[in-house]
């Protein structure tokens, strides 16, 4: 099993450009997210989805789209990239939890986004 | 207001002994779960170690156990005997509730490095 798998690992945009990035999952996983990591300020999450189909926002959706036609990838998409979208993109996906289980998320490997 | 809360931002320890992470969190409902996430140089997060609010004993995995203390609202790592691969960012996250998303909310972490 691949995991959580993110394409492209590296990226340098110009300031409007457009890009997606790809999240793909080989474990059945219903659960999406993608996070953003910038220096000091741990995760913040994006968008997530609960389900194919699906989609919802999460602490800093702006500047950001996402979809989930397929239960297996989740995409990230940036219309118009901003300089202050600058920042480590993670994807990680998990099992639907059932109360409070143990159920951890796992995590892609990341993908280093750079807007010039 | 954070939610979760790593007063450390970096720490030092020497090879082979104990290290102890410190983690506040702030929730008001009473089913919440904190995890703990490690995340080497290499970029990868990885999961170590899960407490629910109601269980009854510290978790523990391996060398890595959770120093849980309900009433201070703290979540703190304990590692023992500790080990060069040890050196990594380590983040503290928080599940609140039933919530269905399974949102994480992430503390902006301590980076820690073991000393030979």
């Known amino acids: 099993n691949a995991g959580v798998t993110q394409t492209p690992k590296f990226r340098v945009l110009k300031t409007g450009q457009s890009m997606t990035l790809l999240c793909a999952q080989d474990?059945?996983?219903?659960?999406m997210y993608w996070y953003r990591q910038d220096p000091g300020m741990g995760l913040r999450l994006i968008h997530y989805?609960?389900?194919?189909?699906?989609?919802a926002k999460g602490e800093v959706p702006d500047g950001y789209n996402v979809s989930r036609l397929k239960k297996q990838n989740f995409l990230l998409g940036l219309e118009s990239a901003a300089p202050s979208q600058t920042s480590v993109y993670f994807c990680?996906?998990?099992?639907?939890?059932?109360?409070?289980?143990?159920?951890?998320?796992?995590f892609g490997p990341g993908t280093r986004l750079t807007v010039l | 207001a954070q939610k979760i809360t790593q007063t450390q931002p970096g720490m030092f320890v020497q090879e082979k002994e104990a290290v102890t992470l410190d983690c506040t969190y702030d929730?008001?409902?009473?089913?919440?779960?904190l995890f703990w996430y490690k995340q080497p140089s290499s970029g990868e997060m990885i999961f170590l170690i899960y407490?629910?609010?109601?269980?009854?004993q510290n978790a523990t995995e391996g060398r890595y156990s959770l120093n849980f203390q309900k009433a201070r609202k703290s979540a703190n790592l304990v590692i023992s005997a500790s080990q060069l691969g040890d050196s990594a960012m380590y983040f503290c996250?928080?599940?609140?509730?039933?919530?269905?998303?399974?949102?994480?909310?992430f503390g902006s972490g301590t980076r820690l490095l073991v000393r030979p």
């Open positions: 990680a996906s998990s099992y639907r939890p059932s109360g409070l289980t143990a159920t951890g998320q796992y």
């Open positions: 474990m059945n996983h219903e659960y």
């Open positions: 989805s609960v389900g194919e189909g699906t989609t």
């Open positions: 929730t008001s409902d009473p089913s919440y779960g």
């Open positions: 407490q629910g609010s109601y269980d009854q």
């Open positions: 996250a928080m599940r609140e509730g039933l919530d269905s998303s399974y949102k994480l909310i």
